[in-house]
């Protein structure tokens, strides 16, 4: 496998890049045959990737040339909530409160039905509050998608070879030729009907590669409300992306 090297470079100081207010990544991809550009919805970072063969000045050259379009895509960002105490978060569809106990606890983190609201009580030191929800919330995640991608591929006569969560920005899913599923952990957050079509539409694809008539119809067999659940996605799905993000007073 071929490896990216991330580094942010003090070179890049420029008076338009300092207007940006977030931070500017640089990455080197032995692959990379072009300069690219990406905003990362979870960090509010601006990613560039360079071919190894760029100078590093170019990467900043290249922002500078394309300011009005990183500026665009920073401004229609949703305002971020960090993981922080007495804010509200949703877990499979349904706010809950975020209650940081500073109690010393078996569980690192106890859902209690107290008030008007769900509450979610962290427990330890609040400056590990945000790591223990943000890793509770990824293993509830691989619970419920273990559970969903076991029922599709049963239905669709399928074997993935194992499941991987992470922080992925760029999709919610993916199925690599090997039969590895991965996931975004941030699917707890949306209803169980989501996660549930994520998980249906990657296991499709061990049977189909692609997204032709014959994936579709894979799809549509297992979770014959796929429709509803992708026109959620693209109206509330970026939504998902503001919380456990960094925002600029944090």
């Not at 049963?154 to 996931?183: E, N, Y």
Request: glycine share 6%; charged share 30%.
């Amino acid at each position: 496998m071929r490896k990216t090297r991330s580094f942010a470079s003090p070179s890049l100081k420029s008076d338009k890049l300092d207007t940006l207010g977030a931070p500017v990544e640089v990455r080197r991809h032995p692959g990379a045959r072009r300069l690219t550009l990406r905003i990362s919805r979870s960090r509010r970072t601006v990613i560039v990737t360079l071919p190894v063969q760029c100078h590093i000045d170019e990467a900043g050259t290249f922002i500078t040339r394309n300011i009005d379009w990183v500026r665009a895509r920073l401004d229609s960002l949703p305002t971020a909530v960090p993981f922080k105490d007495g804010v509200f978060i949703p877990l499979r569809g349904e706010p809950h409160r975020v209650i940081y106990s500073g109690a010393s606890r078996r569980l690192p983190v106890e859902r209690k039905l107290t008030g008007s609201f769900p509450e979610l009580h962290v427990s330890g030191q609040p400056e590990h509050a945000p790591r223990r929800l943000k890793d509770w919330l990824a293993k509830e995640s691989h619970r419920d998608l273990d559970a969903r991608v076991a029922y599709h591929a049963k239905r669709l006569r399928v074997s993935p070879k194992r499941i991987a969560v992470r922080d992925q920005s760029s999709r919610w899913g993916s199925c690599s030729t090997t039969g590895v599923l991965s996931f975004s952990w941030r699917l707890i957050m949306a209803p169980p009907e989501i996660l549930d079509y994520v998980a249906a539409h990657e296991v499709a694809h061990l049977r189909e590669m692609n997204h032709g008539p014959r994936f579709w119809a894979l799809v549509s067999e297992t979770m014959p409300a796929l429709d509803d659940a992708k026109r959620w996605l693209q109206i509330y799905g970026m939504d998902l992306h503001r919380y456990g993000a960094v925002s600029d007073d944090a």
